[in-house]
């Protein structure tokens, strides 16, 4: 189990980033698919990254096809671009927190993912480019950083939503 601060003990470096004690920087992921559970209807998702105030990322799919746009694909993309944003920023030490238990579970190798394979290479890689990398796992809004990340999440979900109409 990675060490854990609570968030009243994460600290702000000078750029503006969460950081822990040990200097890992902390990153808040989450994912938002609209119509998930919805077979009939169109999916559409987004994904928010929250590095702490004013280091926020928000963004909706670019993908249009329904293996692109559930949950778990969203929560997923989340985690891999806290990880780009990590290695182009130099953050060589990050814990990403996500309250997405198969995310989790999968990345620290405790259940075996059957799907998204290609994100998790893509994760595997980015970690590669780092010092350390640890997940996890935290409850649904239960941290104003993960409040933050999931909002973002579902603006970037919307966003998505208004292109396809508006197309």
Known sequence: MPFYARPNQLQ?????????RRGFYVC?????SFNNNDARRQLFSGYGCFFGPGRAI????????RYSN????????SIVMALRHAVKFGLFYVQ???DSTWCVNCLNGEWNPNCHLDLFDE?????????????????RNSEYGHQQANELAQRGASRHQNRFYAN
């Open 70 to 77: 559930t949950n778990n694909f969203a929560e997923l993309f």
């Open 123 to 139: 994760i595997q890689y980015l970690c590669g480019c780092l010092n350390q990398v640890e997940f996890c796992f935290v409850r």
């Open 96 to 98: 990403v927190r996500s």
């Open 58 to 65: 928000s963004q909706h799919s670019d993908f249009d096809d």
């Open 28 to 32: 808040y992921c989450d994912g938002s």
């Open 12 to 20: 702000l470096d000078n750029r503006g980033y969460y950081m822990d």
